[in-house]
């Protein structure tokens, strides 16, 4: 994101008689010293006005006005002032038609949102009290908070998720017209929850956000089956002692896992429409957090030790568990473990090796081919895990000695 590039944009706009400003998030984050969201550019401009200034652009909206500018350092949307005539089909207006910077603030969500600047002066314009909201730290809709979340469902999601990310309070009408709009959710599609949710939960502010889901009726209908905060306040201690970077399939699962929770991973990714890998990576997560404990009290063999952590989820796993260890302010078995692992492997504890035999060689060296190949693989890369083996002459001798013993041989203690 370039904000000098940005400013180029708007100047050559700004030079051709067309009046434009920085709009939306991009003045909200710059103005509370965040960064992080694009640089959306406004202008008076129409579509193929836009397009005829700039050598690279996209229409990826000509409908809306909405025009992608193509920069060296990044790309930047420009979006023709616009003025929406109806509530339509509550996701998008009955018409729009170009208007002025006036009624294109007015149609927007939140004041804080609402704020525009000056590309080249910096000053900042605002029509609809949102300096006031952000010095006051408050969400409130523009206008009638009931029309505004009739326009478009997904604000309701919106107003929470910026509440949450910027720890906002919500202005008392606005909440109201949350609580009393909840059933709207049954009308946006689950992509567009779901692509909501992941943004609320891949943010510091997850635990507070699934507190206000709760406190405005929005939960069930959002997260059918997660447990609400007073079903489930050890999740949500776990929630809040997450670190900042934390990945939503994380926080989602911590939930999940939480014995209050009346879904499960594969239920909750078709309802919110994810994909089949972040599907598999909840349900991993809330099986594994199980099978880690599991593994300290009982005892295993290092391999099955190495084979956890190799897995592609082992870092939110181990996150988890000392996000965990925090709120229970205390030492966990498997801590012990991890720690004689990491000195013991370094490195290398989290990754797989290589058989130091391939098939034919594991044949030559007496297996049957077929089946047992892969049975003799596992335990031969099994032995490497725990250690025991650094070359292919001693695998070999090991491979011998475990067809000797009926292949009962194999790796059974702790590090």
């Not at 089909?89 to 004041?111: C, K, N, Q, W, Y």
């Not at 604000?155 to 949450?164: E, Q, S, W």
């Not at 909440?175 to 946006?188: C, S």
């Not at 190949?373 to 070999?396: I, K, N």
């Amino acid at each position: 994101m370039s904000w000098s590039e940005a400013r180029d944009v708007a100047k050559r706009l700004i030079e051709a008689g067309h009046r434009t400003v920085f709009a939306g998030g991009c003045v909200r984050d710059r103005l509370l010293g965040r960064s992080g969201a694009d640089i959306d550019i406004a202008t008076a401009a129409h579509p193929d006005e836009v397009i005829a200034l700039f050598e690279r652009t996209v229409a990826v909206g000509a409908s809306f006005g909405v025009v992608l500018v193509v920069g060296e350092d990044d790309t930047y949307d420009v979006a023709t002032f616009r003025r929406d005539i109806g509530v339509g089909d509550g996701r998008h207006p009955a018409a729009i038609e170009p208007s002025t910077l006036e009624h294109d603030v007015e149609r927007r969500d939140f004041t804080v949102n609402g704020l525009v600047q000056d590309p080249l002066t910096d000053d900042v314009i605002d029509l609809v009290g949102g300096l006031a909201d952000l010095e006051a730290r408050v969400i409130r809709a523009i206008g009638d908070p009931e029309l505004r979340f009739r326009e478009d469902g997904l604000r309701l999601l919106r107003a929470v998720r910026f509440a949450a990310r910027l720890d906002f309070s919500i202005e008392p009408v606005t909440g109201r017209a949350l609580r009393n709009g909840a059933a709207r959710l049954d009308n946006v599609s689950g992509e567009r929850i779901g692509a909501e949710i992941f943004k609320m939960f891949g943010d510091p502010g997850r635990a507070r956000a699934h507190r206000l889901l709760a406190e405005h009726g929005q939960l069930e209908r959002a997260l059918p089956g997660v447990p609400a905060p007073d079903e489930a306040p050890d999740a949500q201690r776990v929630l809040a002692e997450l670190p900042a970077d934390a990945s939503p399939t994380l926080g989602l699962a911590v939930l999940l896992a939480d014995p209050a929770a009346r879904t499960d991973a594969t239920a909750l990714a078709l309802h919110l429409r994810r994909s089949r890998d972040e599907t598999r990576h909840i349900a991993s997560l809330v099986e594994d957090a199980e099978t880690l404990d599991t593994y300290a009290r009982e005892g295993v063999s290092t391999a099955r030790w190495r084979r956890l952590l190799a897995q592609p989820h082992a870092d939110d796993l181990l996150t988890w568990r000392a996000a965990r260890a925090r709120v229970e302010a205390k030492r966990a078995p498997s801590d012990a473990v991890l720690a004689a692992l990491r000195e013991r492997f370094g490195a290398d504890v989290a990754q797989i090796p290589r058989p130091l035999l391939d098939g034919r060689a594991l044949i030559d060296a007496g297996v049957s081919p077929g089946a047992m190949v892969g049975e003799a693989t596992r335990a031969l890369v099994d032995a490497q895990l725990e250690g025991q083996l650094d070359d292919a002459d001693a695998a070999h001798t090991w491979v011998v000695r475990w067809l000797a013993s009926g292949r009962r041989e194999g790796p059974q203690h702790q590090p």
